[in-house]
């Protein structure tokens, strides 16, 4: 059996953090393939290596000299190189990298650079094979990540290793160039990793004890969850958490791996685990988490029978798939539907109220900015009745209008919208009427 871990930038951040990373690895021999991404902030206002290495980029794009643009970053790998006593040099990479920089081999290549050499210094320092991600990580010539032939050709490299280190965030263009996943993508590097050598858990270290229940720069001191499904995941990570990137649940999620989120810093804690099904039997809280975001907009429409006009809503829909506007909600009533939008992407349509008037001839369209919208998420709802009541007098209590309301029959989730300047205290009664009243 074998576990994937994965160590986010703070986690090896300076050689510390690499000692703690080591110790975690060396006391459970199930964790064989480690995926590091590239050093982190070791205090507040420190850079992150990939800030450092985007920055280095552009700069020798602008005419700076590569190597002398290069030498704060290589001196922070030589730094955790000289603090752990090991004994290799990196300068045979260092001189390439910047022969590359100069031959402008592109801003995601240079980004990737920040995993590559770490992952070499975290072999080095475990013992382990190091594993280069371009070699076994591909995108099809469109930039999509290409899921079968990296899940192909990582499984059968891996076999022949009992343990190693692969590099986050990159893979290969058909090219054999390099291309990055999204910021924090060393997450999806892990997941694909657990993935093509069927882990028995993916296990995600990383600077916090795992997924608050509530925003902790809304809520103080918020409870932790111990367990969450993917399903519910989704709902809450949709609305903007930030713990795991959000892709990085799918691969593992369709192989039914779970994943445990933990802390570098507290290996003993339980972090949360992210389930595909949850065992049966009653939840500690109805509630699972609160999460939203601010931003939106709501498209009011009104039109006379709109209810037993056939093709209304199919002609709104088609508006919005031919110019592109993607919607989040639609509440609707017996003649006036809405739209829950998000603002950025109306602003860039002035015209919509006017095509929405051509393809639908409404008799009143509105729209009204400054909405946020709030998922109360927990697969404990299904079986507990009061759950939308509870959550209603919370609001009623703190003077809080509610403008929409949205249920799926699934009842995972009720999604409520606001006005924004209600938001962090619609948050805050929320938590205090599920967690500190059960
Ligand atoms: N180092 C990359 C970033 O800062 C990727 C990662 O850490 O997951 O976004």
Known sequence: MAKVVKFGGSSLADANQFRKVADIIRSDKERRYVVPS???????DDTKVTDMLYKCYD??????????AFL?????????????????SLDREFEEITDNFTKR?????????GEYLNGIILANYLGFNFVDAAKGIFFKADGEFDAELTDATLASILEGYDCAVIPGFY????????????????????????????????????????????DPRIVDDPEFIDLITYRELR???????TVLHQDAIFPVRNARIPINIKNTNDPSAKGTMIVHDAPEGKNRHIITGIAGKKNFSAVAIEKDEMNSEIGFLRRILTLMDVEKINFEHIPTGIDTMTLIVDTDDLKKHPNFAERVKEVANPNHIEIEDGLAL??????????????????FAALSHANINIKMIDQGSSELNIIIGIREE??????RVIYNMFMLQE
């Open 422 to 427: 209600d938001f962090d205290e619609a948050i």
């Open 59 to 68: 700069d020798v794009c602008a005419g700076a000299n590569a190597v002398a």
């Open 38 to 44: 590239a050093p982190g902030k070791r205090f507040k």
């Open 171 to 214: 893979g290969a263009n058909p090219d054999g160039t390099i291309r990055t996943f999204s910021r924090g993508g060393s997450d999806f590097t892990g997941s694909v990793v657990a993935k093509a050598i069927g882990a028995e858990l993916y296990e995600n270290w990383t600077d916090v004890p795992g997924f608050a229940v509530a």
């Open 374 to 391: 709030i998922a109360v998420v927990g697969r404990g709802m299904k079986a507990t009745k009061g759950t939308a009541t509870r959550i």
């Open 72 to 88: 704060p970053i290589a001196d922070r790998y030589n730094g955790i190189i000289s603090d752990l006593g090991l004994t290799i």
């Open 235 to 241: 709902e809450l990570s949709y609305m903007g958490a």
């Open 105 to 113: 081999a592109g801003r995601d290549y240079a980004a990737s650079r």
